[in-house]
């Protein structure tokens, strides 16, 4: 109650004309910090120390205890406006950052493909100058990183990855505070990672390492594909732009894709294509995986020798799984795979998180899984276990982006003791 007649006592005081705003929240002395994140873009964890990881996740335990726990008023983003770019639809990236936002005092504004279309109706470089003029930060849900890129380089506000094809770092801050609040501490912590080689185990593997964290990831082996054409080889390539639509190209006749197991699949043709990882070709077999991309896999093995933590890769579920602190997965089928479903759900039989699953983890394991999730990935007896940390996982989303948002636009310091990590 006393927090809507701030805001009413506000709203009144600017209709009026005057300047008078409700200040009667305490911020309490700045705290001496070497971190200093205002101004800069989050587009991946790679761009970021451990100690700048850190910093945010402090900022998040810091807001949600002032806030959620005391009770405080605190419009840090009072006067701020952030556009909100969504070529992909979300629940909890949008409500997340929407009510985040506001909750802080600024002003979200929620853009859709209906209403900005990156690259198309107008260059990014004049979307990126426009958005700029108007308001002071910009989080993105993109199809490609190389959108992200674009938007940083030209823009003179912070942009925020919402989620691209390579990378999702604001759900990897969200873990790691879910993680810390259960554990205590990240350091030592053995992540076990059984799903897709995706843009959430990119960014695991752009930061685990910074933490003191090992990672143990299984992903499926590599498809083989026997082509019965003469003279055709297939090629697995991924469009580009926003057709879901899987693709591929042989090099004469018919474009199709023949699987034993499934029959054939005719596809439309693609004036744009790009390669998936990497395919290898031999003949006429094509190799098509779904493993980490090579170029993330080559950093994280640098950060691993570097802070004296462990990387495995396999294709063996339980041999991922197994002394493991946390079990995580993700969905196997991402918005742009739909038409993949079939191969892929062939390609993960065995990936499936269940109790089993659980019996050569650590005594102490826990589940996470960003959502939404789909029981092929984890049965019920786990995702809804108490050792399941996927509700306040979600929930911990809104406090991180909240501590995103303050720590590139403002230069507030936390008050709370800096939590053990």
């Known amino acids: 109650m006393l927090f809507n007649l701030r805001i009413l006592l506000n709203n009144a005081a600017l209709r009026n004309g005057r300047s008078f705003v409700v200040r009667n929240f305490r ?3 700045p705290l001496q910090n070497k ?6 873009d989050l587009l991946t964890l790679k761009d970021f120390t451990g100690e700048e990881i850190k910093y945010m996740l402090w900022l998040s335990a810091d ?3 002032r806030i959620k726990q005391k009770g405080e008023y ?8 952030l556009s909100m ?3 992909k639809r979300s629940t909890r990236t949008r409500l997340s950052t929407e009510t985040g936002f506001a909750l802080l005092g600024g002003h979200p504004c929620f853009l859709t493909t209906q209403d900005i279309h990156l690259g198309v109706n107008e260059s990014l470089t004049d979307t990126a100058r426009v958005l700029s003029s108007m308001t002071d930060a910009v989080l993105a849900r993109v199809y490609k990183q190389s959108d992200l890129d674009i938007l940083a380089k030209e823009a003179s506000i912070p942009i925020v990855n919402g989620l691209s094809d390579l990378y999702h770092p604001i759900q990897i801050l969200a873990d790691y505070l879910t993680l810390q609040e259960h554990y205590g501490s990240l350091k030592g912590l053995t992540l076990s990672w059984i799903g897709d080689g995706n843009n959430i185990l990119h960014s695991i593997m752009m930061s685990a390492a910074k933490f003191g964290m090992h990672l143990q990831a299984a992903t499926p082996k ?9 003279g055709r080889v297939i090629l697995f390539l991924k469009p580009l732009g926003k057709d879901p639509s899987m693709s591929l190209r042989t090099s004469g006749g018919p474009r199709y894709l023949l699987i034993p197991s499934l029959g054939m699949i005719i596809l439309r043709e693609y004036k744009n294509l790009l390669f998936k990882g990497k395919a290898k070709f031999s003949g006429q077999e094509a190799h098509e995986g779904y493993e980490p991309d090579p170029s993330v896999i080559k950093l994280a093995e640098r950060y691993a ?3 004296s933590t462990k990387l495995s890769l396999t294709n063996d579920p339980l041999e991922a799984a197994r002394g493991g602190n946390v079990l995580i997965t993700d969905t196997w089928i991402s918005m742009g795979q739909e038409e993949e479903k079939k191969m892929r759900l ?6 499936q998180i269940t109790m089993k699953t659980a019996k050569v983890a650590a005594s102490d394991w826990t589940f996470l899984h960003c959502l939404p999730r789909k029981p092929e990935e984890v049965d019920d007896e786990v995702f809804y276990s108490p050792r399941s940390l996927v509700f306040p996982e979600a929930e911990n989303r809104k406090w991180t982006i909240m501590a995103i948002m303050v720590s590139l636009l403002t230069d507030y310091s936390p008050q709370l003791q800096k939590p053990k990590f």
């Open 346 to 351: 062939q390609a993960f039989q065995g990936y």
């Open 63 to 65: 807001l949600k205890f």
């Open 27 to 29: 911020c309490g002395q």
């Open 35 to 40: 971190v200093q994140l205002k101004g800069r």
């Open 305 to 307: 020798k570097e802070n």
């Open 222 to 230: 590599r498809l083989e594909v026997q082509n019965q054409g003469a």
């Open 85 to 87: 770019i969504f070529e």
């Open 74 to 81: 605190l419009p840090l983003l009072q006067g701020k406006a």
